[in-house]
């Protein structure tokens, strides 16, 4: 899949934002709020949607939009872009297959090396207890 077609989907909201920056916080509006319909979305394919909706959920508004904010520098322009980066990711995680874990046996060498390791301690323990008394 092509991420660089989710932009046409994306929809930005600035406002001000808090923090350091003097009179720039005061004038400029640099907190940058990205909104995706995921419901709605034609780059998605529906098995794809259903995913992103499960995996999101609390991420995900109860009208189907993926909102995420971004204020950490005094530039729009930056800010946009870091929050288009968070979204790109957040939509690649979700979408990659979780490997299924195949069980397997803890080899000889290691059980053997655990249960030396156990035996030890437990002298070393039994050992401090003649001391005392």
């Known amino acids: 899949m092509n991420y660089d077609y ?7 909201r600035t406002s001000r934002s808090g923090g350091a ?3 720039n916080v005061n004038k ?13 979305s034609t780059i998605l394919s529906d098995r794809q949607k259903t995913i992103v909706l499960e995996k999101l959920t609390n991420r995900i508004s109860q009208d189907g939009i993926l909102l995420l904010k971004c204020d950490e ?5 930056t800010n946009k872009e870091i929050v288009f980066e968070r979204f790109v990711s957040l ?14 046996k ?3 060498s290691s059980i053997r090396k655990r249960l030396s390791n156990k035996k030890k301690l437990s002298e070393k323990k039994s050992n ?6």
Not at 28 to 38: G, H, P
Not at 92 to 104: E, F, I, M, Y
């Open 106 to 108: 803890p080899s000889k």
């Open 91 to 104: 939509i690649k995680a979700s979408l990659t297959p979780v490997k299924k874990r195949r069980p397997t």
């Open 128 to 133: 401090r207890k003649f001391k005392d008394e």
């Open 6 to 12: 989710l932009h046409k989907e994306v929809n930005y």
């Open 28 to 40: 400029v509006s640099t907190k940058v709020e990205l909104m995706f319909d995921v419901e709605n």
């Open 73 to 77: 520098t005094r530039s729009q322009l």
């Open 21 to 23: 920056g003097g009179q």
